[in-house]
């Protein structure tokens, strides 16, 4: 059944106002809005039939009621302003450019600490889904005959590098003959394709060394390390700033579950187009079904994509905070093509 026009803005009222006070909105207050011209009888039933229809719900302790998970998916869908750049994006992107991590672990850990300041609610940040990363560049650098540095350069401009240290002497010559192969041979293909056998090509164009072993356990570290996506959690005590949470043991239990294992985190919907919004119950059967989470996609040019996001009672601003998100994410996407990305490669 689709709802009447009279009931949209009742409902879209009812939102705001329990938004901005946390408290169960009641019709004479609806009445006394100059945007309803309606009388408080005429709010009292259209209320009543919004809740039979399960967009409102009515606390026990409270003659008012307040919106439940399907109303403000309706209102998310339906009613809400779609998501522009917050007006005070500007001042978002200034503090975006004090970020000068050149590690991409370290700049989107940053990044979702700073939305969280900006915004004061819990922040997720997901590192990019990396498997399509090439290598650029080996680089072998010698700190004695049986210690090395071995550094690798992604075309994303990731810097990885490991101290080793080899079983047996490796000449300078050695180190240098294993390095023009590397380069040769692994770069600028898919890591996915750096397989066992590809691997024994290098091996054999560089002769048995010491060396081998330690690069061959780097990479498959490497690759595993890419193709798996980090998830950082900030601000998570920011949640209990809020009403919904002053309830001791339910700020606990979610807070627990949040920190336990942060993968929780990842929306069901991995893929995520632009902004989107995950209400209570959408965010699975757990503590994260009484929240909502606001994310956002940012990317490394067509190499990975990942995912910044806010949590918090389903008692959400969501028009402003999508904005603002939307906004911070295109930021992000700047900056990260700025310090990590080649676009002329």
């Given amino acids: ?30 009445a006394a809005l100059p945007e309803l011209s ?49 007006p005070a994006g500007l001042s978002d992107q200034t503090a975006l450019m004090t ?30 889904h990396l498997s399509r990363v090439t290598i650029r560049q080996f680089e072998l650098i010698p700190v004695n005959d049986t210690t090395y540095v071995i550094v690798i350069l992604t075309d994303a401009n990731v810097v990885k590098n490991k101290l ?5 002497p490796v000449t300078k010559e050695q180190a240098e003959l294993l390095t023009y192969v590397l380069n040769q041979t692994l770069t600028a293909i898919p890591m ?55 309830d001791t043991s339910k700020a606990q239990t979610l807070l627990a579950y949040m920190s336990d294992d942060k993968k929780h985190l990842i929306p069901l919907q991995k893929e995520i187009d632009g902004v989107q919004i995950f209400i209570g119950a959408e965010n699975g059967e757990n503590p994260l079904s009484d929240t909502s989470m606001i994310y956002a996609k940012y ?16 008692r959400m601003d969501y028009a402003s905070l999508s904005a603002r998100l939307s906004g911070f994410a295109k930021g992000l996407n700047r900056l990260i093509a700025e310090t990590f990305y080649d676009e002329n490669k």
Avoid: C, W
């Avoid at 080793?164 to 047996?168: D, L």
């Fill in 38 to 86: 309606f009388s408080s009888a005429t709010i009292r039933n259209e209320m009543s039939e919004l809740e039979e229809m399960g967009y409102l719900e009515k606390p026990h302790t409270s003659a008012g009621r307040v919106p439940s998970h399907k109303g403000y998916r309706f209102y998310v869908d339906h009613l809400m302003r779609r998501p522009e750049v917050f």
């Fill in 299 to 314: 990317g490394i040019g067509d190499i990975g994509q990942g995912i910044i996001g806010i949590v918090g009672p389903t």
């Fill in 1 to 30: 059944m689709e709802l009447s026009e009279r009931k949209q803005q009742i409902l879209k009222a009812i939102i705001a106002e329990y938004i901005r006070t946390a408290e169960p909105v009641g019709s004479k207050a609806l």
């Fill in 192 to 246: 996915a394709q750096i397989t066992a056998e590809r691997f024994d090509v290098v091996r054999r164009a560089a002769g048995l060394t010491a060396l081998l072993a330690p690069v061959a356990e780097f990479i498959s570290e490497l690759i595993e390390d890419l193709g798996s996506q980090k998830v950082f959690l900030e601000g998570a005590n920011k949640l209990l700033r809020f009403p919904e949470y002053h």
């Fill in 164 to 168: 080793v240290h080899t079983a047996a």
């Fill in 99 to 128: 970020l000068k991590e050149k590690e991409l672990d370290r700049l989107i850990q940053e990044a979702g600490r700073l939305i969280s300041s900006l915004t004061d609610y819990a922040a997720v940040a997901v590192t990019p």
